[in-house]
């Protein structure tokens, strides 16, 4: 054998040897679960998004720029739908509607057998948030007060490892 074909093979098998210790990383997806953001006046029964509520759903899709949504879900109504569309037209994904009345398990349920990959943005409602966060994660979370459009759910789930919550302020 030459010395060459030597070199050679034992370079292939190194290669090889380093392919073994590199981790595979389980698929993961995260949701991201928000309430709608401030709504204005002009509707009692389905209102648009105040400017206070634009700025927040602008800030949101700042913040989401960097990551790989792949899907926005958002209920029926004006004030979810426009804080999911700034996110939305940057990942260039259509919005998905969920129903508000649907029980918590169910939204979740859907959404996990939807999305195995990616970012998930879920925009609902002060009532609703603090369920699907739960059922998504299997933990209990606080409600949500009418007057605060601030939180920000991270709900991260990876083949064979618990689901992670990350809770803050956006």
Same mark, same amino acid.
């Given at each position: ?70 899907? %926005?879900? +958002?209920?029926?109504? &004006? *004030?979810?739908? !426009? ?5 939305? $037209? /940057? @990942? ?13 398990? %169910?939204? +979740?349920?859907?959404? &996990? *057998?939807?999305? !195995? ?5 879920? $925009? /609902? @409602? ?15 979370? +606080? ?28």
């Amino acid at each position: 054998m030459s010395a060459a074909f030597r070199l050679l093979a034992a370079t292939c098998l190194l290669a090889l040897a380093a392919c073994a210790t590199i981790p595979v990383l389980s698929p993961s997806v995260t949701y991201i679960v928000v309430r709608h953001a401030e709504k204005a006046t002009d509707d009692a029964r389905d209102p648009s998004l105040s400017d206070a509520g634009l700025a927040r759903a602008a800030a949101l899709a700042a913040l989401l720029q960097s990551r790989d949504v792949v899907a %926005t879900y +958002a209920t029926g109504f &004006r *004030r979810t739908r !426009d804080t999911a569309a700034p996110t939305a $037209v /940057g @990942h260039d994904v259509s919005i998905t509607t969920y129903d508000a009345q649907a029980p918590a398990e %169910t939204v +979740a349920a859907r959404l &996990r *057998r939807g999305h !195995d990959r990616g970012t998930v943005l879920v $925009v /609902g @409602h002060s009532d609703t948030v603090p369920g699907i966060v739960s059922a998504l994660c299997g933990c209990e979370v +606080a409600p949500i007060d009418e007057s605060d459009y601030g939180n920000l759910f991270e709900v991260r789930i990876r083949d064979g490892h618990p689901p992670e919550l990350l809770h803050r302020r956006y």
